[in-house]
């Protein structure tokens, strides 16, 4: 079964920071990213990594976030710098694989809260 726990979430001030964990289990994923979700919004993605380490992000968090991922542990993480108000959202892990016939497949976590205010 294939299974993505998200964690690290909470409240943090304006400039603070968090540091979110996305624990996977049951396959092995390709690329791994990090979107969030405000509420009246849609999912947009946040960053990415793939299995060699290349990474993307979106304009809004370059400079202040970074994805990380330790593929031993099959864990991805995301550490979030200088939070700004407009951080404040759902952040889902996702996990990307394929089979055999190179089909995609997307699973998700269960999403962690994070809310930036004072």
């Known amino acids: 079964q294939v299974q993505l726990v998200e964690s690290g979430g909470g409240l943090v001030q304006p400039g603070g920071s968090l540091r979110l964990s996305c624990a996977a289990s049951g396959s092995i994923f390709s690329t791994m990213g990090w979107y969030r979700q405000a509420p009246g919004k849609q999912r947009d993605l946040v960053a990415s990594?793939?299995?060699?380490?290349?990474?993307n992000y979106a304009d809004s968090v370059k400079g202040r976030f970074t994805i990380s991922r330790d593929n031993a542990k099959n864990t991805v993480y995301l550490q979030m710098n200088s939070l700004k108000a407009e951080d404040t959202a759902v952040y889902y892990c996702k996990g990307e694989r394929r089979d055999a016939w190179f089909r995609r497949y997307d699973h998700w976590g269960q999403g962690t809260q994070v809310t930036v205010s004072s």
């Open positions: 990594i793939t299995s060699d380490g290349n990474t």
